[in-house]
Protein backbone atom coordinates (compact mmCIF):
# COMPACT_ATOMS: atom_id res chain seq x y z
CA UNK A 1 0.00 0.00 0.00
CA UNK A 2 1.32 3.75 -0.24
CA UNK A 3 0.30 6.32 1.58
CA UNK A 4 0.06 9.99 0.71
CA UNK A 5 0.63 13.13 2.85
CA UNK A 6 0.23 16.77 2.01
CA UNK A 7 1.40 19.86 3.10
CA UNK A 8 1.51 23.64 2.04
CA UNK A 9 -2.39 24.68 2.01
CA UNK A 10 -3.18 28.04 3.28
CA UNK A 11 -4.44 31.35 3.02
CA UNK A 12 -2.72 33.60 0.23
CA UNK A 13 -3.65 36.77 -1.53
CA UNK A 14 -5.04 36.90 -5.35
CA UNK A 15 -1.76 37.40 -7.89
CA UNK A 16 0.28 35.24 -4.78
CA UNK A 17 1.95 31.84 -4.47
CA UNK A 18 2.04 28.80 -2.81
CA UNK A 19 3.68 25.63 -2.91
CA UNK A 20 2.33 22.27 -1.99
CA UNK A 21 4.34 18.65 -1.56
CA UNK A 22 3.38 15.16 -1.13
CA UNK A 23 5.17 12.83 0.41
CA UNK A 24 5.04 9.08 -0.30
CA UNK A 25 5.56 6.39 1.96
CA UNK A 26 4.62 2.33 2.16
CA UNK A 27 5.36 0.45 -1.22
CA UNK A 28 6.81 3.31 -2.89
CA UNK A 29 8.54 1.67 -5.62
CA UNK A 30 5.18 0.50 -6.99
CA UNK A 31 4.23 4.09 -7.86
CA UNK A 32 3.58 4.77 -11.48
CA UNK A 33 1.83 8.33 -11.19
CA UNK A 34 1.15 11.14 -9.29
CA UNK A 35 -1.09 13.77 -9.50
CA UNK A 36 -3.00 16.76 -7.86
CA UNK A 37 -6.62 17.30 -7.93
CA UNK A 38 -9.25 19.48 -6.16
CA UNK A 39 -12.75 19.88 -5.05
CA UNK A 40 -14.12 23.47 -4.36
CA UNK A 41 -17.33 23.79 -1.93
CA UNK A 42 -20.21 22.35 -3.44
CA UNK A 43 -18.21 21.43 -6.80
CA UNK A 44 -16.85 18.09 -8.43
CA UNK A 45 -13.07 16.62 -7.36
CA UNK A 46 -11.26 17.61 -10.72
CA UNK A 47 -7.96 17.01 -12.13
CA UNK A 48 -5.65 19.83 -11.51
CA UNK A 49 -2.32 18.45 -12.41
CA UNK A 50 -0.79 14.91 -13.31
CA UNK A 51 2.98 13.93 -13.83
CA UNK A 52 4.34 10.24 -14.88
CA UNK A 53 7.12 8.89 -13.17
CA UNK A 54 9.25 9.57 -16.17
CA UNK A 55 7.86 12.99 -16.19
CA UNK A 56 5.34 13.77 -18.67
CA UNK A 57 3.09 16.19 -17.28
CA UNK A 58 -0.67 16.94 -18.13
CA UNK A 59 -2.49 20.38 -16.93
CA UNK A 60 -6.22 21.20 -16.44
CA UNK A 61 -6.80 24.48 -19.31
CA UNK A 62 -7.70 26.23 -16.38
CA UNK A 63 -4.51 26.46 -14.58
CA UNK A 64 -1.45 26.18 -17.57
CA UNK A 65 0.94 28.74 -17.53
CA UNK A 66 0.38 29.59 -13.68
CA UNK A 67 0.81 25.78 -12.06
CA UNK A 68 4.14 23.62 -12.12
CA UNK A 69 4.08 20.14 -11.36
CA UNK A 70 7.13 18.36 -10.41
CA UNK A 71 8.14 15.31 -8.62
CA UNK A 72 11.53 13.69 -6.83
CA UNK A 73 11.57 10.07 -6.99
CA UNK A 74 14.31 9.48 -5.03
CA UNK A 75 12.43 11.20 -2.08
CA UNK A 76 9.01 9.83 -3.08
CA UNK A 77 7.31 13.47 -3.48
CA UNK A 78 5.47 15.09 -5.38
CA UNK A 79 5.27 19.34 -5.59
CA UNK A 80 2.62 21.30 -7.23
CA UNK A 81 4.13 25.44 -7.87
CA UNK A 82 0.69 27.62 -7.50
CA UNK A 83 1.46 31.18 -9.09
CA UNK A 84 -0.34 33.75 -10.09
CA UNK A 85 -3.87 32.35 -7.70
CA UNK A 86 -7.11 33.58 -8.25
CA UNK A 87 -9.84 33.53 -5.92
CA UNK A 88 -11.64 30.63 -8.10
CA UNK A 89 -8.18 28.31 -7.33
CA UNK A 90 -9.70 28.04 -3.71
CA UNK A 91 -10.22 24.16 -2.95
CA UNK A 92 -9.26 21.70 -0.95
CA UNK A 93 -6.44 20.16 -2.94
CA UNK A 94 -5.86 16.16 -2.52
CA UNK A 95 -2.57 14.63 -3.58
CA UNK A 96 -2.79 10.99 -5.73
CA UNK A 97 -0.70 8.52 -6.53
CA UNK A 98 -1.30 5.38 -8.89
CA UNK A 99 0.69 2.54 -7.72
CA UNK A 100 0.72 -1.64 -8.47
CA UNK A 101 -0.10 -3.98 -5.62
CA UNK A 102 1.46 -7.27 -5.10
CA UNK A 103 -0.82 -8.74 -7.97
CA UNK A 104 -0.02 -5.99 -10.50
CA UNK A 105 -3.42 -4.50 -10.32
CA UNK A 106 -3.12 -0.67 -10.97
CA UNK A 107 -4.54 1.04 -7.31
CA UNK A 108 -4.97 4.31 -6.73
CA UNK A 109 -3.96 6.12 -3.06
CA UNK A 110 -5.09 9.79 -1.83
CA UNK A 111 -3.66 11.85 0.75
CA UNK A 112 -5.69 13.68 3.59
CA UNK A 113 -6.56 16.99 1.41
CA UNK A 114 -4.67 20.52 2.30
CA UNK A 115 -6.86 24.06 2.00
CA UNK A 116 -5.56 26.51 -0.40
CA UNK A 117 -7.66 30.02 -0.24
CA UNK A 118 -7.27 32.69 -2.18
CA UNK A 119 -9.11 35.93 -0.96
CA UNK A 120 -7.83 39.31 -0.01
Known amino acids: QVQLAEAGGGLVQPGGSLRLSCAAS????????MGWYRQAPGKQRELVAT???????NYADSVKGRFTISRDNAKNTVYLQMNGLKPEDTAVYYC??????????????WGQGTQVTVSS
Open 26 to 33: GSTFSING
Open 51 to 57: ISRGGKT
Open 96 to 109: NADFYNNYGILLSS
